[in-house]
């Protein structure tokens, strides 16, 4: 099976950077579906909502592009253009900082800010996307 990213590359588009939601920014779902687990196995109803968000959410850089996907029945996407994006902000709380999960906040040319939560290693996709964004330029 197929990502959401490799089906929407174009001609001579290539992807340079992976992103993954962290496990941490799930904890409280695990957390409530191990304690609910005896309860009738209603914490399994938990544990499958943080497996699908885990599976179904999808970041990637490319030569061209930056690419957010989440969902599985109803997919939301965000796809902008390398050298249309005005700024990419990275918020980190505490367990953030601590755990190396946050959000990624992406402001491009004519589109609004577009947060994206609970990323894993969000500072090391932030440098992904200069390295590229700057590698675009210089194509040009």
Do not use: C
Not at 82 to 111: M, P, Y
């Amino acid at each position: 099976m197929t990502s959401y990213v490799e089906d929407a590359l174009v001609k001579d588009e290539r992807i340079v950077h992976l992103g993954h939601i962290s496990l941490w920014a799930l904890w409280h779902l695990i957390a409530l579906g191990v304690v609910l687990l005896p309860a009738f196995g209603l914490g399994l109803i938990f544990l499958v909502l943080a497996y699908v968000k885990y599976r179904t959410t999808e970041l990637a850089i490319t030569n061209k592009r930056v690419i957010v996907k989440s969902g599985f029945i109803r997919r939301s996407t965000i796809e902008i253009n390398i050298n249309k994006v005005e700024s990419l902000q990275v918020d980190q709380e505490v367990l953030g900082r601590l755990f190396n999960f946050g959000t990624l906040i992406i402001s491009g040319a004519g589109t609004p800010q577009a947060p994206v939560a609970g990323i894993s290693r969000p500072m090391e996709f932030r440098k992904a996307f200069i390295e590229a964004q700057d590698q675009s330029k210089s194509v040009v």
